[in-house]
DNA sequence: TTGGCAACCTGTAACGTTTCAGTATATTGA
DNA sequence: TCAATATACTGAAACGTTACAGGTTGCCAA
């Protein structure tokens, strides 16, 4: 066997390898303890080496190597985003992704995506996270308020943030919509229009932010003295068709509602087609309110209400609660509501 | 570091820790290295050792430890989506991480996603992925005829799959649309409607998908017999009010063109906007083809004729030839191209 | 002079895995 | 019978990192 270069013994300068501690050791003279510790800015080491072992690092472009601090400290310096692959309405998956990057851009975490199916139970893929420690932290959506991926980690005390609240008299981070505040300005927007037989089409239920939807509902409804449209064979989790056919049915009745507050901008295509199948006419016979996460809705109709979601803020809201927690803040400090923007009016 | 109870010597069965391949080891006499080598199904190793040896591992649920195998043999198990993080239009990103996830499901890989932003160098990622080593393949979408990145990794030999087709005389796995076909097909559509007096809104210049569309578009125009009528200003990753204000300038002249080609659904929205803005009616002054990705277009205006381009196929496809060139299949074999579907009406 | 004490640095072990170079036992061939 | 060989297993080393438990200096007080 002819060994190409030298045994990669004590002597490695030789250039095309990666460096690693033993590299900057035998540049700098020192010994691989002393490196080490220099680079993390340890105490004990004199000012000058520290600068020293520092130039060279940064000259010699020394990274450390993940897989050696990993198993050594078990930091893996990464963070997973737990996703359900079955959102099948429009996707604001890429604008939270977009969003944690962000903000771990300049830190050393990676971002892995932890995906998961609707016939799966929600919990496998975080107790895999846990049990085999592939994470540094975790961030989950489609939150619900008796959690059992929160409580588990909690338990386990691993790191995470929670898109969307809980409701169990646990304390963890969280970044949320004020869906709350979006119902309720919703309907406020209507009932100046003069609209007053509302109906909501609710997020899914069994999610947090269906509670908050419907409270901020109901509660702006008896504030305005308009008065309800059930319309609970629909929420946005539902097919298109599905949505549409619903609506159209719910328009055709005499009781039918003058307006909608809508929860997605998907389901609004839906509604408004629904609408439109029934021979009515936005803007005239009825009026939509609807969360967007991208500016389209008013190219599709100028009539629509909107209120905007920034569904990227949220990933960076989301990533920042949980470097925060595992760079040892207090959870509680690390929740964050995010506050609806006004109703607003097409503008040319 | 302060750990456990015990040393963690030779006697480990205390339950609570993740198994090793020293906990296996202890547990059925043998060896750290014959259990190393039964779990792996080495000729050497006794039949029946082998099944005993798998049955424990089963049993306690051992998962082999990814920095132990990382840090040893330089496999990371990682897979990694290097995205640009600016796709301001609508976002079909998460239809390929989908996708890919699907593939690497029952695989021992995880998905990372490697952002880059529109002012740094594309290669920047793909350079800190190779030298860092952090993942066993990478996936790139915005495929350039002559892609450095792709070039960079062919002499690194490290495993990649593009997103669309280069043209450097180089062979490597890739997963295209084709744009030809779809331009052609929308061009022949128009034509059988017809429309006669063509504009093209093209993909982004200079990625490769903008040739392919282009020269589809071109040939089938004299195949027609149709004519372009040049919109050069404008393509899908502007904005959509640069879109809107371009269409409606060009609709307002004279010589305007009575069908339009867009190759984003995003871009079609500002477009029809722009139709209407400068007075006419979709379907009657003008037809629009549009590729999309998500049934949602119908819903806008039913007049459109729509292409689905299937970005969840693309990732797996993505991901399948990625895993096969770990693998070790002939890079040549791992490529494919996806038809378009026919060009489609609204149906009711 | 000496003992003590900072200040600064170092070698060794360990994390969990795979590879290398074996060893021990049984089996075969002549 | 004895050596050669196949079969089944094993310990040690190494990947790159950090924690632990020291080791040298040099300086100062007694």
Redesign the interface.
């Given at each position: 066997m002819d060994r190409r270069v030298t045994k990669k013994g004590d002597d490695d300068t030789s250039g095309k390898e990666?460096p690693t501690l033993k590299t900057l050791a035998f540049m700098t003279g020192l010994g691989v303890t002393t490196v080490s510790r220099a680079l993390k800015d340890a105490p004990e080491i004199g000012a000058e080496t520290r600068r020293r072992v520092q130039l060279v690092a940064k000259q010699i472009?020394y990274?450390p190597?993940?897989?050696?601090v990993?198993?050594r400290?078990g930091k893996?310096n990464?963070i997973s985003l737990v996703?359900n692959?079955e959102?099948e309405l429009?996707?604001?998956?890429?604008?939270i992704?977009?969003g944690v990057?962000?903000v771990i851009?300049d830190t050393p975490y990676?971002?892995?995506?932890?995906?998961y199916s609707r016939s799966q139970d929600p919990l496998d893929p975080v107790r895999y996270l846990v049990?085999?420690?592939?994470a540094d932290g975790v961030i989950i959506s489609r939150t619900q308020p008796n959690d059992p991926r929160a409580r588990y980690m909690l338990e386990r005390g691993i790191p995470f943030a929670t898109h969307g609240r809980t409701d169990m008299g646990l304390v963890h981070p969280y970044h949320d919509f004020d869906n709350y505040a979006f119902a309720g300005e919703a309907v406020r927007a209507l009932a100046a229009n003069g609209r007053n037989r509302l109906a909501l089409v609710t997020p899914p239920i069994g999610l947090t932010y269906y509670r908050y939807t419907v409270n901020g509902f109901a509660d702006a409804l008896s504030e305005v003295g308009a008065s309800e449209v059930p319309f609970n064979t629909v929420s946005i989790d539902q097919s298109?068709e599905q949505i549409?056919m619903r609506t159209a049915q719910l328009m055709r009745r005499k009781d039918r509602p003058d307006g909608f507050v809508s929860s997605a901008a998907?389901a609004t295509?839906?509604i408004?087609?629904g609408i439109e199948d029934a021979g009515l006419k936005l803007g005239r016979d009825v009026d939509v309110v609807s969360k967007q996460s991208?500016?389209?809705l008013h190219?599709?109709r100028r009539e629509l209400l909107v209120v905007n979601e920034n569904f990227r803020l949220a990933g960076s809201e989301l990533a920042k609660a949980v470097l925060g927690w595992i760079g040892g803040a207090d959870p509680g400090t690390l929740q964050s509501l995010s506050t609806p923007s006004e109703v607003l009016p097409y503008r040319g």
């Open positions: 990666r472009g990274r190597n993940r897989a050696g990993r198993l400290t893996t990464v996703l692959t959102h429009m996707s604001f998956v890429s604008d992704i977009y990057t962000e851009a990676h971002l892995i995506v932890t995906p049990e085999t420690g592939s298109i549409r998907a295509l839906a408004v087609a991208s500016e389209l190219l599709f």
